[in-house]
């Protein structure tokens, strides 16, 4: 297992020997990791969670994932795959693995439905997921992807880092995981809008003392837009006309304002 020496010994004593133990400020400790983390991965944004199963959480917010929709996950995994779908609201739908011990994606092709929005392919004991024909499938149906890099991270696949591929990815820093803090985790992505959104997740205090834009506003409004139904068609949740996210990418709005199915 990992051994704390006097250099992490003493980065935890400046810290405390400066004063500033709260999150936010300047000269952050966490806005400079994840600033750091960021760069490392390649992507616009990191932000900081107590966990990887609250990064995945946080993940699926971001993305704008809720009640009602549909997630794939792959059968091989940690538990907290499926449970963050679940602690949003989501459904999560059991999908087969390949000989890889990763998602299959024949099978994820196959088991897409009328309401399927995401998938989150997990790279399970550090195997890489077949990243190219995941995208591939989620762009043509309209699919949001979030890597679940829990048991990956150090990890890449056709030259950049796991967890940078999707539209975001979750990590852990769980004490049996590859990088550690004793527990903790986080989330990357490259949209800003859903790195707005995840941080909220995170912390509803994040716009107290970081400002916030409109996009959480939006999204609240969308979501109870979403589950109004009209009488024509009881069981498809309705979108009002205009209104988009990342899940609406690749598909064209009927003059109610519903998507048909991927």
Same mark, same amino acid.
């Given at each position: 297992m990992y051994t704390a020496g006097e250099e992490e010994i003493e980065a935890i004593a400046r810290v405390i020997r400066s004063g500033a133990l709260f999150r936010y400020g300047k000269d952050s400790e !966490? =806005?400079?990791f994840e600033a750091r983390y960021a760069q490392h991965l390649g992507v616009e944004h990191f932000a900081l969670a107590a966990s990887g199963t609250? *990064? +995945?959480?946080?993940g699926l917010i971001g993305l704008g994932i809720g009640p009602g929709d549909e997630v794939l996950v792959p059968a091989h995994?940690?538990? $907290?795959?499926?449970? $963050?779908?679940?602690?949003?609201?989501? %459904?999560?739908?059991?999908? =087969? &693995? #390949?000989?890889? +011990?990763?998602? =299959?994606p024949i099978a994820l092709r196959d088991a897409i439905g009328p309401r399927t929005r995401a998938v989150i392919?997990?790279?399970?004991? *550090? $195997?890489? !997921?077949?990243?190219?024909? %995941?995208? =591939? &499938?989620?762009?043509?149906?309209? +699919?949001l992807v979030l890597e #679940?890099? !829990?048991? *990956? %991270?150090?990890? *890449?696949?056709?030259?950049?880092? +796991?967890?940078s591929i999707g539209h975001a990815g979750a990590?852990?820093?769980?004490?049996?995981k590859n990088m550690t803090s004793g527990e903790g985790g986080g989330i990357a992505t490259s949209d800003p809008k859903v790195a707005e959104r995840a941080r909220c997740a995170i912390d509803p205090c994040h716009f107290y003392w970081q400002g916030r834009s409109d996009s959480i506003k939006t999204l609240r409004r969308h979501r109870r837009a979403c589950f109004r139904t009209d009488g024509g068609d009881a069981q498809r949740p309705t979108r009002p006309a205009g209104r988009h996210h990342r899940g609406d990418a690749g598909r064209e709005e009927d003059g109610a304002g519903r998507y048909p199915p991927p």
């Open positions: !966490c =806005d400079r609250y *990064g +995945l959480a946080a995994t940690y538990m $907290a795959t499926a449970t $963050a779908v679940l602690s949003v609201g989501a %459904i999560p739908v059991i999908v =087969d &693995i #390949d000989e890889s +011990l990763t998602i =299959d392919p997990v790279h399970m004991w *550090g $195997a890489a !997921c077949n990243m190219n024909a %995941i995208m =591939d &499938i989620a762009a043509k149906r309209g +699919l #679940d890099v !829990c048991q *990956g %991270i150090g990890g *890449g696949y056709e030259g950049r880092k +796991l967890g990590y852990s820093f769980n004490y049996f």
